[in-house]
């Protein structure tokens, strides 16, 4: 204690710039839910808190469509949310069948191999869904699997898969399914109850419109009760479903200190699930498929390719080819500098190839459709390109006077 | 999809109460880290933000007091700084000595046990510091021990360990030592690099006076060997430093995406690590002692007997005996209907015993201290107890007025 200080550097204030965020999240915040980020803290065992806290689980059963007593937001990244699933439900030597078509379900493969587990892979084609005949067969091949796990929204791609028909093979196999819906949440049906799912997670900032860092998640009583049959204790103290339990859903209300919750953060998913609630959930899906379709009508225009064949693709996520001779990253910066402009670049085998523009929750809005084309037509006029600006926001406007919304 | 959906809940935008918090954590913010907080978000890949991680990186290592490259915060509670110290670091079958003298070494020890390891339990009384001879006897007993682990400032008790006598103790035994500092960092002295301390995590929400879910944590080189080192895969995909390192200190600045850094929280990590360095650590650790200073006066006009002895108490930290006949429940109840006052309650074998007043970061200032005090009088006296506010508060204002600061 005696040896000088390390020297302070010299660093101050930073200034944060405005940007409009059309990636594949975090997604533009409403400034309903900006304020209420913003609220002084408060203790996470103060009773006005727990509270809110019992109301966030009943918002996100609405989320969800589920009556899941286990249904909560993890106090972490969409990832923590999916490692959530994985490291409860997955003991050593469970053999797990596990979807990829995109980044998202390699990360499953990772969970699953970390926590003992083998993996079975199901490949599909990156941009494609998941086949449901190739997890049909997959699951004949197998009679041993003890879970499905595949992702309903790929982020990376932009891809749907059909959740209902998959979580029905696990189901009929006997096996448990871990549905990733960090996309698709509050943007595309999902339907927690209806398919049958067992485990699903999501993140708050992609069609929440939250800030980044919770991860709302939701487990079926079967879940459950195959997390307290585990032989092993989680190799997790954080994750453990059984601890968690007593602090967000305690018998007779009665919490135990687990670990301190990020409040700030709780009370903006808390309004925008209240904003999600006041729109109605049929309401923000046709809203996201509008944006999309006059996004789409622009992009049309420009000549702009969609990497996903037409039924199975995300309004929220829009990934489309980029058009030859054309620097990616140039664009991109661009798009950020001049236009203060957030698009999302192409990940893994995509790097370079895709971009990947997000219409989620409040990002999800017209001025945000015509921003993107008109900027992006610049962008590529200004680089030599034909794009025609003025017939690709008409086509978008197009869209929006023939909308019975 | 034909189904009806399950209808929407009756809940609105939730009031939220202007609370002062003087509990355990989380504490007050200042209104500059509750405005960067509030920006609009961008991207976790925006150039912008990119180079906030940076200066945040930077301003993390004055505040641990290290040059250790591998310094960040991870994106969860101070219980995932925790879990990622120990999922890293601990492989099946290793030893460690853990020292328990509250709660939060009694969660290293489950921490250990998770990951495969063998925790050799050195016990001291809550309240009491770790004894370093018992460590020393640990290590003699146990050589082929690999760490040792403990609490810096015991959040459950209020009591500070000689953390440079510890880490000594580890490293002539050859065993990396772990170190938590979440109730300690920017309240009383962390010295990484002085201590020679291997792994130390912490949390935003105590004397950084940030929003809650954000864990500092430094490594050092020897750690990050360990870590290489290791035969193995981290049972973790989340919290595997070989992965979050390419994210947060990829050579040359090339990131890699690993998961959605909650943005808006390190914006507000990021300030108050600013307003950590304007004060200055020393100015700032002086300050927790003041106010510290003057609340004990205080507690000894109203007879309140600390539970921790006085050459190991927490400033930041106040844990006091609760007295002989007053009801804890109710007076916690009165604090915070009243004068929207947090304290917090004792836990495990305090639970009832104890009150845990917070003096921390921005929540360390003589506001608080004075409200405090006469809220605590004030409830005291109207339960029949002997409580003289007026003496009180004096004492007090003579700490303010013979201090030099």
Not at 292 to 309: N, P, S
Request: charged letters at 20%; glycine letters at 10%; one cysteine or more.
């Amino acid at each position: 204690m005696n040896a000088p200080l390390i020297p302070p550097p010299g660093i101050a204030s930073c200034p944060i710039p405005n940007r409009v965020l059309m990636g594949p999240g975090p997604s533009d915040m409403h400034p309903r839910v900006v304020a209420a980020l913003g609220h002084s803290a408060i203790g996470h065992l103060d009773p006005a808190f727990v509270a809110m806290m019992e109301e966030i689980k009943v918002l996100l059963r609405y989320a969800f469509q589920t009556e899941n007593a286990l249904t909560f937001a993890v106090s972490g990244p969409g990832s923590v949310g999916m490692e959530t699933c994985f490291v409860n439900l997955v003991e050593p030597g469970d053999k797990v069948i596990v979807c990829r078509n995109g980044v998202f379900g390699g990360r499953m493969i990772e969970n699953v191999q970390r926590f003992g587990g083998t993996a079975v892979v199901v490949e599909d084609t990156w941009g494609e869904p998941v086949d449901p005949r190739k997890v049909a067969d997959a699951l004949k091949a197998n009679p041993d699997a003890k879970m499905v796990a595949f992702v309903h929204a790929e982020t990376s791609t932009g891809a749907q898969s059909d959740a209902a028909a998959l979580v029905k093979l696990a189901r009929e196999a006997g096996c448990l399914s871990i549905v990733d819906t960090v996309t698709s949440l509050g943007g595309t049906p999902v339907l927690a109850d209806a398919w049958g799912a067992d485990a699903i997670y999501s993140g708050s900032q992609k069609c929440l419109s939250c800030v980044p860092g919770l991860a709302p998640v939701t487990f079926s009583e079967r879940a459950v009760e195959r997390v307290k049959a585990r032989k092993q204790k989680v190799p997790s103290w954080f994750m453990d479903l059984g601890l968690v339990l007593e602090y967000w859903s305690a018998p007779g209300g009665k919490r135990t200190y687990h670990h301190t919750a990020p409040v700030n953060s709780l009370f903006a998913l808390h309004e925008s699930l209240v904003m999600l609630k006041e729109e109605g959930l049929e309401q923000a899906w046709a809203r996201h498929r509008l944006h999309h379709e006059a996004l789409k009508a622009g992009f049309d225009v420009l000549g702009l390719r969609f990497v996903v064949r037409e039924d199975a693709r995300l309004p929220q996520l829009n990934a489309v080819y980029i058009p030859e001779g054309v620097d990616d990253a140039a664009v991109r910066k661009q798009l950020l500098e001049k236009y203060n402009l957030e698009i999302g670049a192409g990940l893994g085998p995509l790097a370079g190839k895709v971009w990947r523009f997000g219409l989620m929750g409040h990002s999800a809005r017209r001025e945000n459709v015509d921003l993107c084309l008109g900027a992006l037509a610049d962008v590529l006029s200004g680089m030599g390109k034909a794009a025609d600006k003025k017939t690709a926001l008409a086509a978008a406007s197009s869209v929006y006077a023939t909308s019975t919304r």
